[in-house]
């Protein structure tokens, strides 16, 4: 098999299995209990936290443990609207935000915020000028991603965090697919909220973390014990946030080396597949994107049928449908940059790792290729193609 999927999940290190395996059976207490068999837990979240903190240049009480980046980004939108609602309702974000924070604007505009979504342009890279004209008086927060999951593309992050610093707005980031993959300092991006989640990095699944810069207005986001603060309650996730905090102590050091070699390889992989795949474009910008990200459209293809192929060939990938199966919307990110319905459906993301070599990439344009002549034969759209060609 080979995994080309790894913006949906990482496989966990297995140091970091290690890592967590003596939470379940040996140090297996409640952290909040007082005798001292607690005591070696509650040094195991500090440490993670300490970890994890220096991994942003941010203080250990600016680190909030949640059950990943989908509760980070609830919380980071929810707490916001509730804690500001005296300034105001208005929200700044864009149309290619994962569905953690798009559903959950639509959720925020049924309790009455106001959203305005800011278009990308063919890279899906947002218009610094229009997002400092969206602020007004009542805007309390901007919320735009630091890298897109399904297109790679990276945000001008300094600049909004130079923006919203001078206009007195809260600035969250989606950093679910950049931590840890690229360097990111909270204060020199001027970032207040910023959400992460393990699994995206070699870690386990399950366990994220919002970061709160310290005196942001943000409401407590689950209610019941004192835990983290009593801001987000719940006994700890004692083997999860261990796990997180050796995935991101095994990746700090070794980022900037992986993220070369994977630029490497997946410049390789978007030169080989542009020029041996005919009607095949690169969505995304060719630079400004994550080091691990390619994604493709080949017109006259159906996604879903080269997905099924590549899996009969043993190769995991995605498409740029929605990622809920069943569904069969285009993806509203590949809409965004103005690709067109047909060209949309015929997408392919396929997305490295540190252990991904080039003979893998070989193998899977090798058999791409293969597949996309077989589908173009049976597509009576391509039928056409070649006809209008003749004449
Ligand atoms: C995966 C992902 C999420 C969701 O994180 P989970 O930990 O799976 O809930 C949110 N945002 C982005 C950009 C992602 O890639």
């Not at 409401?219 to 995935?247: D, L």
């Not at 691990?292 to 293809?301: K, L, P, R, Y």
């Not at 879903?304 to 590549?310: A, D, I, N, Q, W």
């Given at each position: 098999m080979i995994y080309l999927d790894n913006a949906a999940?990482?496989?966990?290190?297995?140091?970091?299995?290690?890592?967590?395996?003596?939470?379940?059976?040996?140090?297996?207490?409640?952290?909040?209990?007082?005798?001292?068999?607690?005591?070696?837990?509650?040094?195991?979240?500090?440490?993670?936290?300490?970890?994890?903190?220096?991994?942003?240049?941010?203080?250990?009480?600016?680190?909030?443990?949640?059950?990943?980046?989908?509760?980070?980004?609830?919380?980071?939108?929810?707490?916001?609207?509730?804690?500001?609602?005296?300034?105001?309702?208005?929200?700044?974000?864009?149309?290619?935000?994962?569905?953690?924070?798009?559903?959950?604007?639509?959720?925020?505009?049924?309790?009455?915020?106001?959203?305005?979504?800011?278009?990308?342009?063919?890279?899906?890279?947002?218009?610094?000028?229009?997002?400092?004209?969206?602020?007004?008086?009542?805007?309390?927060?901007?919320?735009?991603?630091?890298?897109?999951?399904e297109?790679?593309?990276?945000?001008?992050?300094?600049?909004?965090?130079?923006?919203?610093?001078?206009?007195?707005?809260?600035?969250?980031?989606?950093?679910?697919?950049?931590?840890?993959?690229?360097?990111?300092?909270?204060?020199?991006?001027?970032?207040?909220?910023?959400?992460?989640?393990?699994?995206?990095?070699?870690?386990?699944?399950?366990?994220?973390?919002?970061?709160?810069?310290?005196?942001?207005?943000?409401?407590?986001?689950?209610?019941?014990?004192?835990?983290?603060?009593?801001?987000?309650?719940?006994?700890?996730?004692?083997?999860?946030?261990?796990?997180?905090?050796?995935?991101?102590?095994?990746?700090?050091?070794?980022?900037?080396?992986?993220?070369?070699?994977?630029?490497?390889?997946?410049?390789?992989?978007?030169?080989?597949v542009?020029?041996?795949i005919?009607?095949s474009?690169?969505n995304?910008?060719?630079?400004?994107?994550?080091?691990?990200?390619a994604n493709f459209s080949f017109?006259?293809i159906e996604g879903e049928s080269m997905l099924l192929m590549l899996d009969i060939a043993g190769v995991c990938a995605s498409s740029g449908s929605a990622c809920t199966s069943g569904s069969l919307d285009p993806s509203?990110?590949l809409?965004?940059?103005?690709?067109?319905?047909?060209?949309a459906h015929g997408s392919l993301r396929l997305t490295?790792?540190?252990?991904?070599?080039?003979?893998?990439?070989?193998?899977v344009v090798?058999k791409l290729e293969e597949i996309i002549?077989k589908l173009?034969?049976m597509?009576?759209?391509?039928?056409?193609?070649?006809?209008?060609?003749?004449?």
């Amino acid at each position: 098999m080979i995994y080309l999927d790894n913006a949906a999940t990482t496989m966990a290190m297995p140091e970091v299995l290690e890592a967590m395996a003596p939470y379940f059976t040996q140090a297996y207490a409640n952290p909040s209990s007082v005798y001292s068999f607690a005591a070696d837990n509650k040094k195991a979240i500090d440490d993670a936290r300490h970890i994890i903190a220096e991994s942003l240049n941010a203080a250990d009480n600016e680190i909030f443990f949640t059950a990943g980046g989908t509760e980070s980004d609830n919380w980071a939108l929810i707490g916001a609207f509730e804690a500001n609602s005296q300034k105001g309702s208005h929200i700044i974000t864009t149309r290619i935000e994962h569905h953690a924070v798009l559903h959950t604007c639509e959720y925020l505009e049924s309790r009455g915020a106001e959203i305005t979504y800011l278009d990308v342009d063919e890279f899906g890279i947002i218009d610094i000028n229009q997002l400092e004209a969206a602020i007004r008086p009542d805007t309390i927060l901007v919320t735009v991603m630091y890298a897109n999951n399904e297109i790679g593309t990276l945000q001008p992050i300094k600049e909004i965090g130079q923006i919203t610093k001078k206009h007195g707005v809260i600035f969250h980031t989606d950093a679910v697919q950049a931590y840890a993959h690229l360097p990111i300092d909270v204060d020199d991006l001027n970032i207040d909220l910023l959400s992460a989640s393990a699994h995206k990095l070699y870690g386990p699944k399950g366990i994220g973390f919002l970061y709160v810069r310290k005196r942001t207005k943000i409401a407590n986001f689950v209610h019941g014990g004192a835990q983290e603060k009593g801001k987000r309650a719940g006994t700890e996730n004692v083997p999860g946030i261990v796990g997180f905090g050796e995935a991101v102590r095994l990746a700090i050091p070794t980022r900037e080396e992986r993220a070369a070699k994977e630029v490497e390889l997946r410049d390789y992989l978007i030169d080989s597949v542009l020029s041996r795949i005919e009607y095949s474009r690169l969505n995304g910008h060719k630079s400004q994107r994550l080091p691990n990200n390619a994604n493709f459209s080949f017109q006259f293809i159906e996604g879903e049928s080269m997905l099924l192929m590549l899996d009969i060939a043993g190769v995991c990938a995605s498409s740029g449908s929605a990622c809920t199966s069943g569904s069969l919307d285009p993806s509203h990110v590949l809409l965004a940059i103005g690709l067109a319905h047909e060209t949309a459906h015929g997408s392919l993301r396929l997305t490295l790792n540190h252990t991904t070599t080039k003979e893998e990439l070989d193998y899977v344009v090798g058999k791409l290729e293969e597949i996309i002549i077989k589908l173009r034969a049976m597509s009576p759209l391509y039928e056409d193609h070649l006809k209008r060609q003749k004449n």
